[in-house]
């Protein structure tokens, strides 16, 4: 049986902190490990708590929700699974594209809060099992909100100022860098293999040489991609890649 999951909450309104100490408090399952009453002092908390699921709140003194994350990233501290509950209606695609899993907004009834927080168990459950992530990646397409699974994303290439995310049905010109979209995708089944290529590594059939030092990527629709002889190792050793 899994031992119980371990939360954290980043909230610097006490009631808002107390009132999800009292929720989950309602699950067996859920132990309340730590909170923090500020953004700045967050992410080094969270580092040493490494709890598997973070209650974030966005607007607080000195740091952001989303700066609590950029905190992390430069710790080098895989984040937990994300769950933010703020006041704020406006921040919605900007929390999923830090790939947050929930946005719950205050006010908010019982019944919401434990939606989330199945959500978010059935998350952390997924990463102790290592099953396929079915996390989605959010992109702002002009005025459009594109929702796409990321594991149905099958590479993405830059192209001049922005970058195409390729499925098997359908490709998608979003204004972005590539560097940037490497922090969105999931590590754990995406891979850069090129300096304009990244690529699903779960969608790869075969790798050969080409001729001239580099190789050649074939995913299973058919497609060829060009990769770096510098990335074989790296390709090799990725946990989704079928040797």
Known sequence: MRRNYTAMV????????????????????????????????AAPEIAVNRPDILFLDIQMPEKSG?????????????????????????????AFEQRALDYVLKPYRDTRFHEALARAK???????????SRRRL??????????????????????????????????YVIRETLT??????????????????????GRIEAVTPNGSGDYRVTLHGGHHLKMSRTRRAALAAHPAFRK
Not at 26 to 34: K, R, S, T, Y
Not at 122 to 131: A, F, H, M, N, T
Not at 142 to 168: K, N, P
Not at 184 to 197: A, G, M, N, V
């Open 122 to 132: 059935e998350q952390v459950r997924l990463r102790d099992g290592g099953s396929p």
């Open 180 to 201: 940037n979209m490497t922090h969105k995708l999931d590590p754990d089944l995406f891979l850069r293999i090129h300096r304009s290529t990244l690529v699903n590594v």
């Open 66 to 94: 989303f700066a609590v994350l950029d905190d992390l990233e430069a710790l080098g501290v895989t984040p937990p699974v994300v769950v933010f509950v703020t006041a704020y209606s406006d921040y919605a695609v900007q």
């Open 138 to 171: 959010y992109l702002k397409d002009g005025s459009r909100t594109i929702f796409l699974a990321m594991d149905d994303i099958e590479w993405v290439e830059a192209a001049d100022y922005c970058v195409q995310v390729h499925t098997a049905e359908k490709t």
């Open 10 to 41: 980043v909230d610097d309104e006490p009631l808002a902190r107390e009132g999800i100490a009292l929720l989950l408090a309602d699950d067996p399952e859920v132990d309340l490990i730590a909170t923090c009453a500020d953004g700045r002092r």
